[in-house]
Structures are given as C-alpha cells and as structure tokens.
C-alpha cells in the first residue's frame, strides 16, 4: 500500500514574448509534471480558423476563450490536478486573469519567464515561420506591434517567478 502523500496541485504560467520558447517550455513542464497542458494558440486555431486576422481579432478572441476556460482550469486544479497553461502571461491584465484561477482553486502556482532579446525571438519566429509548423505565423511588423504591449512580471504583483535568460 502506497501512503505517498499527492502532491498538491500547481497552475504553471508562461510569460515570454513571441518565438521565446513558450510552447516548448510548456510541454516539457506538463510532461515532466504529469498536468494537463492547455494551449491558447491550438484551441483559437481549432475554434476559430481563419478568423484572427489582426491584433484586435486575437484580443477578442482569447478573451472568449478565457472566459470560457477558466472554470475548467479551476475544476480540474480543484481535482487535485497540475495544470500548465500555454497562455501569454505577457500583460498585467492577463496574469491577473490566471492569478484569480489559481486562487479560486486554492493551488499553488508557478510563473515561468522566458527573458529572451527581441532579436533572438525574431531569429527564432523567421525560423518557426518558415518551417509553417505553427498555427500562426506573424510578421515582424505584428512581432513589434504585440511587444509594445509586452510587461514582465514585476515582485508586487505576487508571483513566484522562475526566470529563464538566453
């Protein structure tokens, strides 16, 4: 008889700007961490195709989405489940947003924070790009454009931060 305690339940977070490696990072996580990977871009892309064309259509889209998910994320973390979410945590706004999941459900959670320059995720987006093995593909333009919104975790906003630098 196994009398190993569970370990409670973590919401992983990842903050990082286009092409910093955010995907990857959450799926070796969710392997590592035997959690549930969720991923913005693959349910926009399956729920939504063809039909996030600018910024703005993205901005109301994921906010669909989020609205949606969010109570499943906090059921499953209620479950006793480890949950990594494959969401930007690029903005105040949206780290509130998984903040307000993970509390509600009474886990713990972790923010991971891909540090990496603007010229080595535009190397990284040129290659992700070319190769089309992502769902979305944006320009440099739309690259600087989403940046300018970009803000990084700051301590007052009470996460636990696990940076990662290139």
């Known amino acids: 008889m196994n009398l190993d305690t569970p370990s409670p339940p973590v919401l992983h977070?990842?903050?990082?700007?286009?092409?910093?490696?955010?995907?990857?990072?959450?799926?070796?996580?969710?392997?590592?961490a035997?959690?549930?990977?969720i991923g913005e871009d693959v349910w926009l892309s399956k729920l939504y195709?063809?039909?996030?064309?600018?910024?703005?259509?993205?901005?109301?889209?994921?906010?669909?989405?989020?609205?949606?998910?969010?109570?499943?994320i906090e059921s499953l973390l209620r479950s006793?489940?480890?949950?990594?979410?494959?969401?930007?945590?690029?903005?105040v706004g949206n780290r509130g947003w998984m903040k307000n999941i993970y509390e509600h459900a009474?886990?713990?959670?972790?923010?991971?924070?891909?540090?990496?320059?603007?010229d080595v995720c535009k190397m990284r987006l040129h290659v992700r790009n070319a190769s089309q093995a992502h769902a979305f593909a944006p320009s440099d333009a739309e690259f600087d454009e989403i940046t300018r919104y970009f803000v990084p975790p700051s301590?007052?906003?009470?996460?636990?931060?696990?940076?990662?630098?290139?």
């Open 13 to 32: 977070l990842v903050c990082g700007k286009i092409a910093a490696g955010k995907s990857t990072l959450t799926r070796r996580l969710a392997d590592d």
């Open 34 to 37: 035997k959690a549930v990977l």
């Open 49 to 72: 195709p063809g039909e996030i064309c600018s910024v703005g259509d993205y901005v109301r889209r994921s906010a669909q989405l989020r609205n949606a998910l969010a109570p499943h």
């Open 80 to 91: 006793g489940l480890s949950v990594v979410l494959d969401f930007p945590a690029n903005t």
């Open 106 to 118: 009474g886990a713990s959670h972790v923010l991971h924070y891909l540090d990496i320059p603007d």
């Open 155 to 166: 301590d007052d906003e009470g996460f636990h931060v696990v940076r990662y630098k290139h």
